[in-house]
Structure formats: C-alpha cells, structure tokens
C-alpha cells in the first residue's frame, strides 16, 4: 500500500496539478489556430501543435493561413528562418483580406547566400494599394534561433516589431486622402516560396536546388489581443478608444518615448531601402503619408 502523503505534500501535489492543467487548457496550438493550405505534406505540425513547420523543394513550397479572421490586433509569431544558403527563397508572413481592393501588412523574409543576412521586407496595402515598402536587415542570425516578429495594427497606426522592438510605424494618415486598413477583416498568411527571379539580388542569384528541402520553423502564435472577425461583427467593443480596463488597451496603444528611440536606433542602423526617400520613383512627388513623423 503506498503511503499516505502528508497535508502539506498532499495540497502542493493538487496545486500542482491544477496549475498544469490551467496551463494546458490555455496554451494554444497550431491545429487549433490554423489550417495548413498547401504544400502536399510539405507543411507540418508537430509535437502536439507547438511546432509547425514550412518546406520548400523543386516541386513545390508550401503554407498555412489562420482559422479566424481579425479586424486589428497585436498578433504575435516565433520564426526560425531558412538556415544556410537560403538565395532565392522567401518566408512570407503577413495579414490579408479577399477581394480586388485587399488590405494587406506583410513581413517577408528574402533569403540570401551562406553568410550574408537575411533581408527583412515589410509593406502596407490598403485598397489594393501598396508600394510602400521599407526594408531591413537584422541586428541578429534570424535562423540560429527563433525570433518573435509581431504586428500591432489599430485604427490609428500599424507597429512592426522584432523582439519587442519596433522597426517600423505606419500612422493613419486618411486626413490626407491616404487609405488606411480599418475596415476589412484579414487572416493571418504564411508561405515558403521559390522566388529566385527578384528575391536575392534583384534575380542575380538564383536557388541552390542541392540544399532542398529548405526548412522554416514557427511558435508560440499569439493572438490573446486582437479582434476576431465573425458573422460581420467582431469580439472587441465597438469604441476604438478602449480603456484598459477592458483589456482592450492596445487599440489606442502608441509609441512611447522610450520605443520612438528604439525605432530611430534600428531606422538609422539598419534600415538599407524606405519608399518615403525615394525621390527618383516618385518623380511627383513623395506619398503623403511620408510627411508624417
């Protein structure tokens, strides 16, 4: 007969058990949150959900999208790149709608030969509009580990982040005739690609079909704050200016100053492409919107 365990003992052991299933009642996972698209088995998850995996070969990329359509958010994703010669290819992750006029956000990670980083791509469409791309490279080897990658998007501006720290900030800017995405529910796309003819280089370096299958990891997705989109209506309250009491305070959420030096620190280091200084593609003009600090 095994032996009774003490009160003490007994009183840990069951809050330990609780606490566990809390945890694992709350934890997401992937089969929950996504539906793999296509690929032909080239998209997994694993252990248990935790993991999901995009591969890329000669036949065939493959990608996932979200279940649930939003209508803002802060929605955050780990990604462990492509390691190694990763030339040619391109890890999409960005929100979309449907439709001719779609709204889109996007990050895009184009990869590069053995030892030269990575390129981070990031645009806003709104209306089927984009051509507002500004470009990075990374302060870090975004395949030795993963890496969070987050998009805050409410009515008055959409933030990327990388790590916590922003790198980008797109402000409403309809006072000056610019569309700004606030109307139509998107879902949550990702993708692993052959895009040899402009990703690397403008199209100079092509992919190193030798190293196939190319590998991207995701984990721990986290939506907890943001707008599901059901049945025409959403989950948040109807006022964009939320208070936190509600848990809605990210739908007001802004820069703070400690994050606007943040995101000069990563502007002035590591920014290498921004539309809002090319002056030689915008021979009119620059957007209005780039007039905005």
């Known amino acids: 007969m095994a032996s009774p365990c003490t009160s003490s003992i007994c009183i840990t052991t069951l809050l330990l ?79 979309s709608s449907n439709g001719s006029t779609w709204d889109e956000i996007d990050f895009e990670f184009l990869g590069n030969l053995s030892g030269d980083p990575y390129i981070l791509h990031t645009n806003v469409f709104s209306q089927g509009k984009g051509n507002r791309e500004q470009q990075f490279y990374l302060w870090f080897d975004p395949t ?41 529910p998107m879902r949550i796309f990702s993708s692993l690609w052959n895009a040899d003819d402009w990703a690397t280089r403008g199209g100079l370096v092509k992919t190193d079909w030798t190293q196939a299958p190319f590998t991207a990891s995701y984990r721990n997705f986290n939506a907890d704050n943001a707008c599901v989109w059901s049945s025409g209506s959403s989950s948040c309250a109807s006022s964009s200016s939320s208070s936190s009491s509600d848990g809605n305070a990210w739908l007001s959420e802004e820069l703070d100053s400690t994050s606007q030096e943040k995101l000069k620190w990563v502007q002035s280091n590591y920014m290498i492409y921004n539309y809002c200084t090319d002056a030689k593609r915008f021979p009119q003009g620059l957007p209005p919107e780039c007039t905005m600090s």
Not at 28 to 34: E, G, I, S, V
Not at 62 to 72: R, T
Not at 155 to 184: C, H, L, W, Y
């Open 17 to 95: 058990v609780v606490v566990s299933w809390a945890t694992s009642a709350s934890a997401r996972n992937f089969y929950q949150d996504f539906d793999v698209t296509w690929g032909d088995g080239r998209a997994q998850i694993l252990n248990n959900g935790d993991l999901l995996t995009l591969s890329l070969d000669k036949a065939s990329g493959s990608g996932f999208q979200s279940k649930n359509e939003y209508l803002f958010g802060k929605i955050d994703m780990q990604l462990k790149l492509v390691p190694g010669n990763s030339a040619g290819t391109v890890t999409a992750y960005y929100l």
């Open 144 to 184: 030795a580990d993963f890496h969070t990658y987050s998009i805050l998007w409410n009515p008055q501006r959409i933030i990327f982040s990388v790590d916590g720290t922003p790198i980008r900030e797109f402000k409403n800017a309809e006072s000056m005739g610019v569309p700004f995405p606030k109307s139509q």
